[in-house]
């Protein structure tokens, strides 16, 4: 005995395809023939429907005549009596109900011959049961850097240093009457260049914001200005969330961080902040970290990539994404794209090192070249002579406070202090209020000891700069 199928599947063997090609004929336009059958299907379903619904109208007419004879051929039958009793023709009325039964067993085996022979269409093959439209009031945030205006935090810390800056300017350039003679306005104190450094620049810029790129016009320079300034505010405003994501080891721990703060993390500006700071990480010896930021970076860039060939927002793609990689093939494929990642970025780390040190040799031929020139005019180098002064008189110009300095020079032997005071002025070090205090007088200073006086000392060349890292190609 065969199993009794649970479900009966025969309903589907009949289904009808506009777009069906075995029918066609080579003569005849394929657009042009599926439209027709289309069409022709159309009409005649709705042809058939007209009828259908006017059969179904008689067979509730005859029905409710049916229901009457019915019920008078049983009065009739179970010796019920009135006075139109003796004239009712039982035969006339059992015939009438069987042509009413007659003709409503046609038309409904006539309907049920139309609904089996229909074939199941795009039409009628399913029903849409529950619609409804969702509008979101809430107005989503855009993920691009262009959209991310400047909120003013870069400009207020600027303003701030230049405050700064500008007060203790101010201070430094009181009046100093040092004795015996005279009284001296100090200009700025002159501090030793620093050493190379070889770690990698800030992530976040904060010198001037001032483009390096040459374009064609004073709008590519806005453009530019507004571009670093967006960047810089966002780091600025967002670094927390940042660098708590870039150290983050569980990738379950990832993906509840990023669901909660993908409006910040899955911004252009946070990709760039990663980029950079990987390539910070690796200059700086911190190798382990760097692996890790590199993975944290890659999981942002994969599922940008995935919401680009899926047409979806990022933000719609971090669950599928981390499901995805809960798969072995692709957790290896992620894996080896973070391994390339790594590669790329030591690669960078070495071309930027590299950059930066042709970059200080540059400076410091540069500067050579202003000291020969400075030496060949018969001036003196600022710097030299700060290195060449008596240590106290040197900490007190470094430390640019005035009641100090006025200390150490009234400590001094007052010809010995003139003599500094006047290479300090001779190089720039020392503004006076009255320049003839200083003038030789043929007595007091000898070329000789001018010389032993900054003589031996070794010129201190090149200035660190510093500049963004570019991010590795």
């Given at each position: 005995?065969?199993?009794?199928?649970?479900?009966?599947?025969?309903?589907?063997?009949?289904?009808?395809?506009?777009?069906?090609?075995?029918?066609?004929?080579?003569?005849?336009?394929?657009?042009?023939?599926?439209?027709?059958?289309?069409?022709?299907?159309?009409?005649?379903?709705?042809?058939?429907?007209?009828e259908i619904k006017l059969m179904a109208k008689?067979?509730?007419?005859?029905?409710?005549?049916?229901?009457?004879?019915?019920?008078?051929?049983?009065?009739?039958?179970?010796?019920?009596?009135?006075?139109?009793?003796?004239?009712?023709?039982?035969?006339?009325?059992?015939?009438?109900?069987?042509?009413?039964?007659?003709?409503?067993?046609?038309?409904?085996?006539?309907?049920?011959?139309?609904?089996?022979?229909?074939?199941?269409?795009?039409?009628?093959?399913?029903?849409?049961?529950?619609?409804?439209?969702?509008?979101?009031?809430?107005?989503?945030?855009?993920?691009?850097?262009?959209?991310?205006?400047?909120?003013?935090?870069?400009?207020?810390?600027?303003?701030?240093?230049?405050?700064?800056?500008?007060?203790?300017?101010?201070?430094?350039?009181?009046?100093?009457?040092?004795?015996?003679?005279?009284?001296?306005?100090?200009?700025?104190?002159?501090?030793?260049?620093?050493?190379?450094?070889?770690?990698?620049?800030?992530?976040?810029?904060?010198?001037?914001?001032?483009?390096?790129?040459?374009?064609?016009?004073?709008?590519?320079?806005?453009?530019?200005?507004?571009?670093i300034m967006s960047y810089n505010d966002f780091v600025l405003s967002q670094e927390q969330?940042?660098?708590?994501?870039?150290?983050?080891?569980?990738?379950?721990?990832?993906?509840?961080?990023?669901?909660?703060?993908?409006?910040?993390?899955?911004?252009?500006?946070?990709?760039?902040?990663?980029?950079?700071?990987?390539?910070?990480?690796?200059?700086?010896?911190?190798?382990?970290?760097?692996?890790?930021?590199?993975?944290?970076?890659?999981?942002?860039?994969?599922?940008?990539?995935?919401?680009?060939?899926?047409?979806?927002?990022?933000?719609?793609?971090?669950?599928?994404?981390?499901?995805?990689?809960?798969?072995?093939?692709?957790?290896?494929?992620?894996?080896?794209?973070?391994?390339?990642?790594?590669?790329?970025?030591?690669?960078?780390?070495?071309?930027?090192?590299?950059?930066?040190?042709?970059?200080?040799?540059?400076?410091?031929?540069?500067?050579?070249?202003?000291?020969?020139?400075?030496?060949?005019?018969?001036?003196?180098?600022?710097?030299?002579?700060?290195?060449?002064?008596?240590?106290?008189?040197?900490?007190?110009?470094?430390?640019?406070?005035?009641?100090?300095?006025?200390?150490?020079?009234?400590?001094?032997?007052?010809?010995?202090?003139?003599?500094?005071?006047?290479?300090?002025?001779?190089?720039?070090?020392?503004?006076?209020?009255?320049?003839?205090?200083?003038?030789?007088?043929?007595?007091?200073?000898?070329?000789?000891?001018?010389?032993?006086?900054?003589?031996?000392?070794?010129?201190?060349?090149?200035?660190?700069?510093?500049?963004?890292?570019?991010?590795?190609?």
């Amino acid at each position: 005995m065969a199993a009794k199928k649970s479900f009966d599947y025969s309903k589907w063997d009949n289904i009808e395809l506009s777009d069906d090609e075995s029918d066609l004929h080579p003569n005849i336009d394929k657009d042009s023939w599926f439209r027709m059958k289309h069409r022709t299907r159309l009409e005649r379903e709705a042809k058939e429907d007209e009828e259908i619904k006017l059969m179904a109208k008689q067979n509730e007419t005859d029905g409710a005549r049916l229901s009457i004879i019915k019920a008078r051929l049983n009065n009739l039958k179970g010796g019920a009596t009135d006075e139109d009793a003796e004239f009712e023709d039982l035969d006339a009325l059992q015939g009438e109900a069987d042509e009413l039964e007659g003709n409503i067993a046609k038309r409904t085996k006539k309907t049920k011959d139309y609904m089996d022979r229909r074939a199941w269409n795009i039409d009628n093959i399913c029903k849409v049961k529950e619609e409804k439209s969702v509008i979101n009031d809430i107005t989503t945030k855009s993920l691009r850097a262009e959209d991310f205006q400047p909120t003013g935090l870069t400009e207020q810390r600027l303003e701030s240093s230049a405050s700064k800056s500008a007060t203790k300017s101010a201070a430094g350039s009181e009046t100093v009457p040092p004795p015996p003679s005279g009284s001296v306005k100090p200009a700025a104190s002159v501090a030793p260049p620093a050493p190379p450094s070889t770690t990698a620049p800030a992530r976040q810029i904060s010198g001037p914001l001032e483009s390096n790129t040459a374009g064609p016009g004073p709008q590519a320079g806005l453009r530019d200005r507004l571009s670093i300034m967006s960047y810089n505010d966002f780091v600025l405003s967002q670094e927390q969330v940042l660098e708590t994501y870039s150290v983050i080891h569980d990738l379950e721990d990832t993906q509840q961080f990023l669901f909660k703060n993908c409006d910040v993390l899955l911004h252009e500006h946070s990709q760039s902040y990663m980029l950079l700071s990987c390539l910070e990480d690796e200059m700086n010896g911190k190798h382990k970290r760097m692996k890790l930021v590199c993975r944290q970076s890659q999981i942002l860039s994969h599922i940008q990539e995935l919401a680009n060939s899926m047409h979806k927002d990022p933000r719609d793609v971090i669950i599928p994404f981390f499901r995805r990689i809960e798969e072995k093939e692709h957790f290896a494929g992620f894996t080896s794209a973070v391994n390339d990642f790594i590669e790329r970025i030591k690669k960078r780390a070495v071309e930027k090192r590299r950059e930066m040190d042709l970059q200080q040799e540059a400076e410091e031929q540069k500067r050579k070249e202003m000291i020969r020139q400075q030496v060949e005019a018969g001036g003196l180098d600022p710097y030299e002579v700060l290195q060449g002064l008596p240590e106290p008189l040197r900490l007190a110009f470094e430390s640019q406070d005035i009641e100090r300095l006025q200390k150490v020079l009234g400590e001094m032997d007052p010809m010995e202090a003139k003599r500094c005071m006047k290479l300090c002025v001779d190089s720039g070090l020392w503004v006076p209020k009255d320049s003839s205090v200083f003038e030789e007088d043929g007595e007091d200073f000898k070329d000789d000891e001018e010389e032993d006086l900054i003589g031996g000392v070794e010129p201190v060349l090149g200035e660190a700069t510093e500049s963004p890292p570019t991010p590795p190609s």
